[in-house]
């Protein structure tokens, strides 16, 4: 079955660090388009991070310096690490690869940030 599963997800206060991970299975992890998005309560989904190519990289300007995406293409798995945490980075994480002209979606990890 084919699927993006996140997890590492939680709750962390500002300034601390958290490092998402996601997995595909079923032959939809990409070498090309890969991404997080997120989607905080009341607010629509936006882009965090991608993987455009095997090599380029985007990052939003609210995350920019403090996020670094990464892939591991031997485990077909994707990773966000989040520094600096804020409140406003509060959202659901969700996981996105593009993979023979179709979108694949994870079903999100929830990630925190409060004193």
């Known amino acids: 079955q084919a699927q993006l599963v996140e997890s590492g997800g939680g709750l962390v206060q500002p300034g601390g660090s958290l490092r998402l991970s996601c997995t595909a299975s079923g032959g939809i992890f990409s070498t090309h388009t890969m991404a997080w998005y997120r989607q905080a309560p009341g607010k629509q989904r936006e882009l965090v991070a991608r993987f455009s190519g095997s090599s380029t990289t985007d990052y939003s300007d609210s995350v920019k310096g403090r996020f670094t995406i990464s892939r591991d293409v031997r485990k077909k798995a994707l990773y966000l690490q989040m520094n600096s945490l804020k409140p406003d980075d509060t959202a659901v994480y969700y996981c996105?690869?593009?993979?023979?002209?179709?979108?694949?979606w994870g079903q999100g990890t929830q990630v925190n940030v409060s004193s």
């Open positions: 996105y690869s593009y993979y023979r002209g179709r979108d694949h």
